[in-house]
């Protein structure tokens, strides 16, 4: 089991992150939210998960310690897998995830692409009394399900200036990207970042 990593970041890409630890490469595998917050050259050190598969050795990265935790008991659902435990950290914060089920919020579930209503009642079943209450503190009157950035274009600005684009560059990607967003809060869900961030690195890749 390999806890977490530490090391300065040798690249990113916009699902992965490569920390050199002792002279090796380890790719990590990062949601959007917690590669933005990474920069080339600089200094890292992310909670990891190990998945282990017939075919392949995986290695997931978070934040913290919280996150990693969450993200291992989500698997502990039937029809939950690594990439989709991460998808939900990547809508929602783990107390935003805790709160969600211990009140039966299907929406906020729903909210994670993947997951359909029927898939949303299922897990609320089977994560109540596996996540446990939320820890942290929750200000009157905020939603359930809240969302890991109060803005989406914030959140897809830091991915993309971390992956090495300009500030100019970003603006234009987010600008062009606008529109998928908008039509996703439009229809009562929440913008789909990890979606948002490939829509935005095809259209920068058109531009060059």
């Not at 970041?9 to 630890?21: D, G, Y």
């Not at 969302?147 to 600008?175: H, K, M, N």
């Amino acid at each position: 089991m390999i806890a977490f990593v530490t090391g300065p970041v040798a690249a990113l890409a916009p699902t992965t992150a490569v920390i050199e630890v002792g002279g090796i490469g380890m790719a990590v595998q990062c949601a959007p939210n917690t590669l933005a917050a990474l920069r080339v050259g600089q200094e890292a050190r992310l909670a990891t998960s190990l998945v282990v598969r017939e075919d392949s050795l995986t290695l997931y990265g978070f934040a913290d310690d919280d996150e990693r935790q969450v993200f291992e008991l989500l698997q502990t659902a039937s029809g939950v897998g690594p990439r989709l435990a991460q998808a939900m950290l990547a809508t929602h914060t783990p107390d935003a995830l805790r709160l969600a089920v211990a009140t039966g919020d299907e929406k906020a579930l729903t909210a994670v692409s993947g997951i359909g209503k029927k898939g949303a009642q299922k897990l609320l079943l089977e994560l109540k009394d596996r996540l446990g209450e939320p820890v942290g503190a929750h200000a009157p009157g905020q939603g359930i399900g809240t969302p890991v950035s109060a803005s989406w274009r914030d959140q897809l600005q830091a991915a993309l200036i971390g992956l090495g684009y300009a500030t100019r560059e970003a603006d234009e990607a987010v600008a062009a990207v606008a529109p998928q967003a908008e039509e996703a809060l439009a229809a009562g869900g929440r913008a789909p970042v990890p979606q948002l961030l490939r829509a935005a690195l095809q259209t920068l890749n058109r531009a060059r």
